[in-house]
Structures are given as C-alpha cells and as structure tokens.
C-alpha cells in the first residue's frame, strides 16, 4: 500500500546548525508530498508542499525538493532556531477527491541555544 | 479563535465503557476529517464527512466506533465498549473542498486512555 516513511528521531542540534530530515514515499503513481508540523501544545499545521517532480515547497525558512528519482522529499533548513523545537511530520496525498493524507511516523526535533 | 476545537482534550475512562469526542470545524469548512495518533505514530486516517454525508470509513474504524456530522457543522466521535488499545489521539482537521489541495487545520486532539 501508500506509505511514507520518515528519519527516526528524536533529533538533537544546536541553534544555527543545518537540518535535514528525510523521507521517502512508495512509488505507487504521483503523489502531492507535505510537511507538517507541530509545536508543542499546539495543532499539526502545513508547513510546506509540493505537488509534481522537481517541485520546490519553502516556508519560514524551510525547503524541501519532491525528487521524484529517489522517490524523496526531505525537510531542510539552513540554519535552525529554538522556535523550530516541534515535531515534524512527512505526508503524502494519493487520493485528491477524499483528501486522505498518508503520514510518516514524526521526527521530534530539539534545538539547543 | 476560529479554529478547530476539540472536547475534551483528555479521556481517562474504564474498559467497557462508552466515550464521545467533539469536534467543531472551522466554519467555512465543509469537509471534517477524523485521525488516530498513537504513541511514536503519525496520524492514521479514520472517516472523512463532506458537509452531514460520511463519504469514507476506514478499515481501523471497528463496528465499536460512530462517528456522525449533523447538520453538517460539529462532528462526534463515539467509542463503545473501550478496549486498552483504543488509547490514543483522536484528531479532527477540517478543509474546505477546493481542488484537493491537502491543507487540513488540525485541531490539538483529544487523548484517550482506557484502564
């Protein structure tokens, strides 16, 4: 079936350093790929898409590239913040009439000043 | 705040015994949307309403569990007879149906345990 599977956590790092989180998708056609995310006492929340190959989704610093090669779309950020401490979570939409998202498991994220 | 409200946030209750979870969508929206999270999971799909109609049920979702949408506003989530392995995270998103764009506005959920 459609899953996504996403980098194991949790993940430790120091405010200013460069993040990557990855996740990959089964190739089962073309899906629209997301990342949300949610902040502590809080909702999940979009925090950025693609919806073809080769796409580009950014968002509060955020990147993430649909590679539709390595059937990929890891999360990046140049230089992280505490504010960015949350759990992250890589989805994918097969099914654009239900709107049923697939999700990865989250990757809790903890950055240190 | 106009946005996905959740009751109650928290459900401790006994095995055997029934529990309800509300969810009030934002207002717009017409379609809801029902997720369960457990522990060092990601959210899995449950039921989705467009508007009162419930158009999909996912296999996850037992005979025990009904969920309904009158009206087409808020949406309850019933649970009969809890088993232990109902504990979880019960969200509720809700979208407006426009093109399938996959935004959903999650609310904070509601934590179940069952004793």
């Known amino acids: 079936g459609n899953s996504v599977t996403q980098m194991e956590g949790p993940v430790t790092l120091s405010e200013e350093a460069f993040l990557t989180i990855n996740c990959t998708y089964t190739?089962?056609?073309?899906?629209?790929l997301f990342w949300y995310v949610q902040y502590p006492g809080e909702g999940l929340q979009l925090l950025l898409k693609?919806?073809?190959?080769?796409d580009k989704g950014s968002n509060k610093g955020f990147e993430a590239t649909y590679r539709k090669e390595t059937t990929s779309f890891h999360l990046e950020k140049g230089s992280v913040q505490v504010s960015d401490s949350a759990v992250y979570f890589c989805?994918?939409?097969?099914?654009?009439?239900?709107?049923?998202?697939?999700f990865g498991q989250g990757t809790r994220l903890t950055i240190n000043p | 705040d106009t946005g996905v409200s959740q009751d109650p946030r928290h459900k401790i209750t006994k095995r055997g015994q029934n529990v309800t979870f509300r969810c009030d969508p934002i207002?717009?929206?017409?379609?809801l949307y029902w997720y369960r999270q457990t522990l060092g999971q990601g959210p899995e799909f449950l039921t989705y309403?467009?508007?009162?109609?419930?158009?999909?049920k996912s296999r996850l979702l037992s005979d025990r569990f009904s969920a309904e949408r009158p009206k087409g506003s808020f949406s309850t989530l019933e649970i009969q007879r809890t088993e232990q392995g109902d504990s979880a995270m019960y969200l509720c998103?809700?979208?407006?149906?426009?093109?399938?764009?996959?935004?959903?506005?999650f609310g904070e959920g509601s934590r179940l345990t069952v004793l």
């Open positions: 989805a994918s939409l097969w099914d654009q009439g239900a709107q049923k998202l697939v």
């Open positions: 207002s717009e929206h017409n379609r």
């Open positions: 190739a089962t056609g073309y899906p629209s």
């Open positions: 998103a809700s979208s407006f149906d426009a093109g399938g764009t996959g935004e959903l506005f």
């Open positions: 693609a919806t073809k190959a080769d």
């Open positions: 309403f467009q508007n009162e109609a419930q158009l999909e």
